[in-house]
Nanobody, 125 residues
Framework: QVQLVESGGGLVLAGGSLTLSCAASGRTITQLAMGWFRQAPGKEREFVAAISQSGSSTGYADSVKGRFTISRDNAKNTMYLRMNSLKPEDTAVYYC??????????????????WGQGTQVTVSS
């Protein structure tokens, strides 16, 4: 049973940075395709970034490309999302997600079957 726990959210001024962490248990992350999604009030959950099972491929939403970086530390069994140049429109609850035993880069919420509880990111102007 894979479990995911996010941390690192908070309140930051526009232009600032935050790093989110997603700690996995129950399976090593080298066996997981993983991703980050976010959901703002009144909006649907949207794709932010993804990393393939091998870690060799990453993908980003156009809205965060060049500002956010997805990575992982296999030794810590943890995935990260480094967020730079944050904007008020980045305000949302951020979720990490995983799909065990799937190697491809996954961009749709329906592709994932394991979710964390979410962490709030608020960017003030």
């Amino acid at each position: 049973q894979v479990q995911l726990v996010e941390s690192g959210g908070g309140l930051v001024l526009a232009g600032g940075s935050l790093t989110l962490s997603c700690a996995a248990s129950g399976r090593t992350i080298t066996q997981l395709a993983m991703g980050w999604f976010r959901q703002a009030p009144g909006k649907e959950r949207e794709f932010v970034a993804a990393i393939s099972q091998s870690g060799s491929s990453t993908g980003y939403a156009d809205s965060v490309k060049g500002r956010f970086t997805i990575s992982r530390d296999n030794a810590k069994n943890t995935m990260y999302l480094r967020m730079n140049s944050l904007k008020p429109e980045d305000t949302a609850v951020y979720y990490c997600a995983a799909r065990p035993g799937y190697s491809a880069l996954l961009r749709l919420p329906g592709n994932y079957n394991v979710w964390g509880q979410g962490t709030q990111v608020t960017v003030s102007s």
